[in-house]
């Protein structure tokens, strides 16, 4: 089993910055990977960027240009930092990790979610 233990949330206004973390504990994987979700009322849970072990990140359209993804492996942990924040940001922020089997397939664990709220 993986826990995940995510802090950084908070209420800040458009234009300004906050930082995620999320730190992994249990059976963690050396192969894996780390990434942020995000749900919105009424929405469904949307990817946001994620992280492989080996540092290849990937992001969605949305956030491209505004969030950076990084991730210290030392520690288990991942961070998004979030720049230049709209309105339409405003959702719960979810951490995922997956650990890869080496005979194929994975398993997805997440965090409890941290809420981000962005004022016009």
Known sequence: QVQLVESGGGLMQAGGSLRLSCTASGDVFTANVMGWYRQS?????????HMTAV?????????????????????????????NLKPEDTAVYY???LNVRPEG????????????????
């Open 55 to 83: 540092h290849t990140s990937t992001y969605f359209p949305a956030v491209k240009g505004r969030f950076t993804i990084s991730r210290d492996n030392a520690k288990n942990t991942v961070y998004l930092e979030m720049n």
């Open 105 to 120: 397939g994975s398993d997805a664990y997440w965090g409890q979610g941290t809420q981000v709220t962005v004022s016009p």
């Open 41 to 49: 009322p009424g929405n469904e849970r949307e990817p946001v960027a």
């Open 95 to 97: 951490c995922q990790l």
